[in-house]
């Protein structure tokens, strides 16, 4: 019974952060790279180049588009764009 529960809470966390996962790339698709393209991520002269540049960054382009999105949306933003191109 425990290990049924335990599968069951460990698919039902990878479902949920998959869930997540595809809202964020959503909103990497209709706000960020509708405006200038994802060259700006794989640019070996990229002006980003830490951790905390990525999410100021992404400060300034939320200030841009009229503060839609709060700091949790920036941080689940920051986290995939480090994981999909960033690295580091």
Do not use: W
Not at 37 to 57: C, D, W
Request: glycine letters at 4%; hydrophobic letters at 35%; one cysteine or more.
């Amino acid at each position: 019974m425990k290990l049924t529960l335990s599968l069951f809470v460990l698919l039902l966390i990878s479902s949920t952060q998959a869930v997540a996962s595809k809202a964020i790339e959503g909103l990497v698709n209709k706000q960020c790279t509708s405006c200038h393209g994802n060259e700006i991520y794989t640019s070996p002269n990229r002006k980003v180049k830490n951790l905390a540049q990525l999410e100021k960054q992404l400060q300034r382009c939320n200030h841009v588009i009229g503060n839609q999105m709060d700091m949790d949306t920036i941080t689940q933003l920051t986290n995939y764009l480090n994981r999909k191109y960033y690295k580091f």
